[in-house]
């Protein structure tokens, strides 16, 4: 059975960094499918944060750009998102994602990224 755990939310102040970690258990990341994290506000359709897509690029929502860095590192199997300079607007679940197919900005929109697994999600709370 296939579960991706997320760690590393938490409640920070606006400006504030936190690095957020998915390990998976019963799966390796594998470079020929998309894995990356969303976000879901309460009331709001989840939204595409950052992926690795399937030609191993990187796709980041305008709204982080600069911000926000996904990375992977193979021998930990382990997924990272970095997120500095954090704002009020990043308040949300954030969920980690695996076993997409998918390239370019496509990897951002959950039905079209046809991801196989999900996260239970970990929390981010940025206050101003």
């Known amino acids: 059975q296939v579960r991706l755990v997320e760690s590393g939310g938490g409640s920070v102040q606006s400006g504030g960094s936190l690095r957020l970690s998915c390990t998976p258990s019963?799966?390796?990341?594998?470079?020929?499918?998309?894995r990356g994290w969303f976000r879901q506000v309460p009331g709001k359709e989840r939204e595409g944060v950052a992926v690795?897509?399937?030609?191993?690029?990187?796709n980041y929502a305008d709204s982080v750009k600069g911000r926000f860095t996904i990375s992977q590192d193979n021998v930990k199997n382990t997924l990272y998102l970095q997120m500095n300079s954090l704002e009020s607007d990043d308040t949300a679940m954030y969920y980690c994602?695996?076993?997409?197919?998918?390239?370019?900005?496509?990897?951002?929109?959950?039905?079209?990224?046809?991801?196989?697994?999900w996260g239970q999600g970990t929390q981010v709370t940025v206050s101003s």
């Open positions: 994602v695996a076993e997409g197919f998918c390239s370019g900005s496509r990897c951002l929109d959950p039905l079209a990224g046809s991801f196989a697994y």
């Open positions: 019963g799966y390796t990341f594998r470079r020929t499918y998309s």
């Open positions: 690795i897509d399937t030609d191993g690029n990187t």
